[in-house]
């Protein structure tokens, strides 16, 4: 992919939103991708290992993100590449 899409710079303004939240509890959230309206991220530090990780991605970034830009689908977390 080349550039970055207007979506795409929607969907990381967000989660630069977010992120103050997770890194207050010692995690982090990192942008890796978006492809066919699925953007992919990667869970750092406490959040990485957190057990109720899922519910954040679901319930916290997915939730916000497919509230404010209407092309985003799901959000799945990636490992290490």
């Known amino acids: 992919m080349t550039g970055q899409s207007g979506v795409e710079k929607r969907v990381k303004a967000v989660i630069d939103r977010i992120r103050p939240s997770l890194q207050a509890d010692g995690g982090d959230v990192e942008f890796v991708g978006m492809d066919a309206g699925v953007v992919k991220v990667r869970l750092k530090g406490a959040c990485s290992g957190c057990p109720?990780?899922?519910?954040?991605?679901?319930?916290?970034?997915?939730?916000?993100?497919?509230?404010?830009?209407?092309?985003?689908?799901?959000?799945?977390?990636?490992?290490r590449e």
């Open 52 to 79: 109720h990780s899922r519910m954040t991605l679901k319930f916290g970034i997915e939730r916000m993100l497919k509230k404010e830009v209407s092309e985003v689908q799901s959000v799945e977390s990636v490992e």
